[in-house]
C-alpha cells in the first residue's frame, strides 16, 4: 500500500473539507450566534452536526455511491422543504426571544441531540452539496471511480477533519469578539441574525416554487 498517496488524499480532503464549509449560511450564522450567546458546546454541536454532514456527501461521492446519490436528488424538493422549515423556525424563536446578556447562561435551551441534529439536517437539505464536492475532486485531480476503499477512507477522513478545523476557527473567532461587546451590541446582533436565517428560510422555500 503506497502510504504517500494515502497521505496526499488525505491532506487533499483536509483542504477541500475547510473551503467547502466556509461560506457562511444558515448554520454558520447559527453557530456564531450560540458562541456569542455563551452557548458553546451548542456552537461546536452546530458544527459538529454540519461537519458530518459534509463528510456524508464527500463519502457518498467518494465512494461512487450512485444508489444514495439518486435517491438523495430524487426528493431533492423534500430535503429542502424540510430544512426551509427548520431554518424559519428557528428564525422565528430568535426574533421572538430576547438576547441573553453577557452574564447568563444557557446551555441547557436546547438539548444536544437537537442542536446536533438540526445542523446536520440543514447541511444535509442541499443536495448541491454533492455536485460541488465531484467539481472539487475533479479540480485536484481525484477521480472516485479510481479509488479504492482505502484511499476513498482516507479522502472522506480529512474532508471530516477540514470541516471540523473550519467551525473551530470560526467558533474561535467568534468567542474573542464576545469579549467585545456589549450587552446591546449582542442584542442587535442576534435580532439582526434571526432576520437573515429568516431570509434564508424565505429563499429556500421560494426557490421551491
Known amino acids: 500500500m503506497d502510504f504517500s498517496l494515502l497521505f496526499l488524499l488525505f491532506i487533499k480532503g483536509i483542504f477541500i473539507g475547510f473551503v467547502i464549509a466556509v461560506p457562511v449560511g444558515p448554520v454558520g450564522i447559527l453557530c456564531i450566534r450560540r458562541t456569542l450567546s455563551h452557548q458553546n458546546v451548542g456552537a461546536a454541536l452546530t458544527g459538529l452536526g454540519s461537519a458530518f454532514a459534509d463528510t456524508f ?23 429542502k422543504l424540510f430544512g426551509g422549515l427548520i431554518v424559519a423556525c428557528i428564525s422565528f424563536s430568535i426574533i421572538m426571544n430576547p438576547s441573553p446578556k453577557k452574564t447568563d447562561k444557557i446551555e441547557g435551551r436546547d438539548s444536544p441531540f437537537h442542536v446536533f441534529t438540526s445542523a446536520f439536517v440543514l447541511t444535509i437539505s442541499n443536495p448541491i452539496t454533492l455536485i460541488v464536492f465531484a467539481a472539487a475532486f475533479t479540480a485536484v485531480g481525484i477521480s472516485p471511480l479510481h479509488q479504492s476503499f ?17 467551525w473551530l476557527t470560526l467558533i474561535t473567532i467568534s468567542h474573542l469578539m464576545q469579549h467585545k461587546l456589549s450587552d446591546p451590541q449582542l442584542l ?6 434571526g432576520v437573515i436565517l429568516f431570509g434564508f428560510a424565505a429563499y429556500i422555500l421560494i426557490s421551491l416554487l
Open 150 to 166: 482505502s484511499q476513498a477512507s482516507f479522502l472522506v477522513a480529512g474532508v471530516f477533519l477540514g470541516a471540523s478545523c473550519w
Open 57 to 79: 456527501y464527500a463519502a457518498v461521492t467518494a465512494f461512487s455511491l450512485a444508489g444514495i446519490a439518486a435517491f438523495i436528488t430524487k426528493y431533492d424538493f423534500y430535503l
Open 188 to 193: 442587535w446582533i442576534n435580532r439582526f441574525s
